[in-house]
């Protein structure tokens, strides 16, 4: 996600630049025909490049609106995950308890495991949201940590960090785990039936959690939405050379340019903000929060060496 007020410009040349030429390159045509091709008239009356401009607009701001609304939803699914991984936290080390000093040790044991368990859980679902597998150090995307389950290997026994690398749904796994060992507690008599339910309610959280976000990263944005902004934006770029050439003579380059890179702009927003689990710069940053959960449910447990906070790079946190 990108924190910073201002943008870098090589971040859009790198996404734009293509298009940016053709526009310049295009009205640089339209304009030298024009001016030294008398026998051809290419002047289209502005009027149809007016009522394109309108309608694409409009479009483009629908669009934008549907894209920003799956932006803002899953941000909102990860706050959730963050308050209720607190939770889950604290229900896990005050909820379970005994009377027996043999069992002492045992279900501090346990107990440090679901915890622990939790914090792999949501790295876990983090890297099955993301699953990209076209990573490139040369994109701007550079600067992003690897999307691996490895991070999740530290908060496992070894035996099950092999188990978990082999689901189809490791995420899922990690949450049948936790209940089955919540149900090891309640027939051990380690927690009350009221309290059992509680902390199985969080589980359904979770669950909830994953199923949303598995929603929006599974069910794209209508493609005629995508597909056809981008040929309106094209088609609109092409013609507005033809419509300003003979009223605004050389002054058409420059215009023609900073208006079709306006519309490219509004398009590039929408695109990009469509699918917030795609592991891009201005994605959901799901890596950032969740070190954020794993060192509040740490330092919730008590330990005290903390994975270091994820630091923003050049105006980016992931």
């Not at 790198?14 to 526009?23: E, G, P, Q, T």
Request: aromatic fraction near 14%.
């Amino acid at each position: 996600m990108i924190v910073r007020r201002n943008l870098d410009p090589k971040v859009i040349l790198f996404y734009s630049w293509k298009d940016l030429l053709y526009y310049l390159l295009l009205a640089v045509a339209v304009y030298t025909i024009d001016r030294y091709v008398a026998a051809i008239d290419f002047h289209l009356p502005f009027t149809i490049v007016t009522i394109i401009s309108t309608a694409l607009a409009i479009f483009l701001g629908f669009n934008n609106n549907q894209a920003y609304d799956r932006w803002w939803e899953a941000r909102k699914i990860w706050g959730l995950m963050v308050n209720y991984s607190r939770a889950w936290a604290r229900q896990a080390s005050t909820f379970l308890i005994t009377e027996s000093d043999a069992e002492q040790e045992e279900l501090r044991v346990l107990k440090q495991r679901m915890i622990y368990r939790h914090a792999a859980f949501v790295h876990a679902l983090r890297v099955f949201l993301r699953k990209r597998h076209d990573y490139d150090a040369t994109r701007p995307e550079y600067m992003q940590p690897e999307n691996e389950y490895a991070d999740c290997k530290h908060l496992m026994e070894e035996k099950e960090f092999k188990i978990f690398c082999a689901k189809d749904n490791p995420p899922n796994f990690l949450n049948q785990l936790q209940g089955e060992d919540l149900q090891r507690a309640f027939r051990r008599g380690w927690i009350s039936d009221f309290r059992y339910v509680q902390m199985d309610q969080t589980l359904v959280e979770f669950n909830n959690i994953q199923g949303r976000s598995e929603r929006i990263k599974n069910t794209p944005m209508p493609r005629p939405y995508t597909y056809f902004s981008r040929v309106f934006v094209s088609v609109h770029a092409t013609l507005l050379p033809f419509a300003f050439v003979q009223e605004l003579g050389w002054m058409m380059i420059p215009v023609s340019f900073i208006v079709s890179f306006v519309f490219r702009t509004l398009d590039m927003i929408g695109e990009r903000t469509q699918d917030p689990f795609d592991n891009k710069i201005d994605d959901t940053p799901m890596t950032s929060l969740s070190v954020t959960i794993e060192r509040n449910v740490k330092e919730q447990w008590g330990e005290q060496h903390l994975p270091e906070k994820p630091l923003v790079q050049e105006g980016i946190v992931f």
